[in-house]
């Protein structure tokens, strides 16, 4: 289907005033806007709780906060991409979501990584080879979930709710807060 036939498919719904397919069409839109911002709300969860579990244990013993790293990040990681991949979008093509979820994880955890250690903590070690190995590590993650857990995933899709975008909001202000507390100690 060309982009001009679906312009004027749009323009038909308009013209005939066909209600059911232009409230369709916009519901569509506020379910994928809720699923963006509940992704990246989800992402940003991740990325803080990755920095809260590792911080303390990384400042005693960095072989310590390598395991955890290796071991424990990749389980958060994995959880919440998986919980991405099966909440309901605007999305029909679920290996288009996992790209789209791959670029969000990637873009907030580089964008993270820049203003908090970069600039904040005025680190010059952030770029590591092993950094751009967590970025890969991400994309690869949600694309190999979507292709992986494909068929369960779109059997059943889960609905997103403002609900679930405050229950992220009010998680992301505790590891935030929780990385301030450590940061001062």
């Not at 996992?98 to 964008?111: C, D, K, T, Y």
Request: glycine fraction near 6%; charged fraction near 15%; aromatic fraction near 14%.
């Amino acid at each position: 289907m060309s982009t001009g036939s679906l312009t004027a498919e749009k323009a038909d719904m308009f013209e005939e005033g066909n209600i059911e397919a232009i409230t369709r069409m916009m519901q569509n839109r506020k379910k994928n806007l809720l699923w963006l911002a509940v992704t990246s709300l989800m992402v940003f969860c991740l990325y803080w709780l990755s920095n809260v579990v590792l911080w303390v244990p990384w400042s005693h013993s960095p072989q310590l906060g390598i395991i955890l790293m290796l071991t424990v990040n990749p389980v958060f990681w994995g959880v919440g991409i998986y919980v991405c991949l099966v909440c309901e979008s605007g999305v029909g093509n679920l290996m288009k979501k996992a790209l789209l979820l791959a670029l969000i994880a990637v873009g907030i955890s580089l964008l993270s990584d820049y203003l908090f250690f970069a600039v904040y903590m005025k680190s010059k070690d952030v770029w590591h080879i092993t950094t751009f190995y967590g970025y890969a590590w991400l994309a690869v993650l949600a694309l190999g979930e979507a292709f992986l857990f494909s068929k369960k995933m779109m059997a059943k899709q889960y609905p997103v709710t403002k609900r679930l975008f405050l229950v992220l909001g009010v998680f992301l202000l505790v590891l935030l807060l929780s990385l301030s507390y450590l940061l001062a100690e």
